[in-house]
């Protein structure tokens, strides 16, 4: 038995206050009558109906991908081309990427069909830290690092504060290999803010979402989240503060 308001979170109608505010509102049914109570507790076998819409419960799934390049970041794509969902075709889930990498970003995606889970790791006040590598193009001297650290001027706002660090440099080739730390999740963000130093990006993986990176995992890979990941990935996003390394 779960409470109402909570059902309805997830399956990503609305955040919890948003449900609560439905079922105050008389906009919520339970086995065709209206409930303005909250704190009402349902079983799986209850009908729930809200604006008159039955509710599709399915038990949450959390996973997490290596996401390839060439792979568009969404549930399906108009021009036939691979989408992330592709690789959980056996998952008879209506699991969606949490937020989104560039279809020639690689790296880690989580995917989910728990819609209250998926709004708060993607919500801009609990961002939490994302590690990038990114290859350059030529070598970024010291001051365009610190750039990037105190905050580039983008179109859309100056960035948040965040880490930088040269990995290594190709003197030959005129590139260089950077680790970028940063808590917002703006469209194209890292690609941005490295053009906006004059270093455009050659190559994107993102290694690291909060605790959880890659390791032993192959492009195309991917793995349930334990229970107790789940547990720590909400409460770190819930407690608001970038997780430390
Ligand atoms: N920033 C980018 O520019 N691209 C991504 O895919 C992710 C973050």
């Known amino acids: 038995m779960e409470r109402l308001q909570k059902v309805i979170a997830h ?34 076998q209850d ?8 509710l599709e419960r399915e038990e949450p799934v959390y996973y997490l991908l290596y996401k390839p390049r060439g792979v568009i970041c969404s549930v399906k794509d108009e021009k036939g081309r691979k989408v992330v969902t592709d690789f959980f075709k056996h998952v008879n889930k209506r699991i969606y990427p949490i937020g989104r990498l ?47 650290e105190k905050g580039v001027a983008l179109e859309d706002g100056v960035t948040a504060p965040a880490k930088a660090k040269v990995l290594s440099i190709d003197k030959r080739k005129q590139t260089a290999i950077v680790e970028l730390r940063i808590h917002e999740g703006r469209n194209r963000q890292v690609r941005r803010m490295f053009e906006a130093i004059g270093h455009p990006v050659l190559k994107l993986k993102r290694e690291r979402y909060a ?21 720590q990935l909400r409460a770190l996003a819930l407690a608001g503060s970038p997780y430390v390394s």
């Open 11 to 44: 399956a990503g109608i609305a955040s919890r206050r948003k449900a609560e505010q439905l079922i105050v509102e008389g906009k919520v049914k339970v086995n065709g009558k209206v409930v303005t109570e909250l704190g009402v507790k349902v079983s799986p």
């Open 47 to 54: 009908r729930i109906e809200v604006d008159g819409i039955p």
């Open 102 to 148: 560039d279809y020639d970003t690689s790296g880690l995606l989580l995917l989910t069909n728990d819609g209250e889970f998926a709004n708060l790791l993607m919500h801009p006040r609990y961002e939490i830290e994302k590690v990038y590598i990114a290859k350059v193009k030529g070598i970024p001297a010291r001051e365009k690092v610190k750039r990037l």
């Open 211 to 231: 605790f959880l990176d890659l390791k032993g995992m192959n492009p195309g890979d991917y793995r349930e989240l334990s229970p107790h990941e789940v547990k």
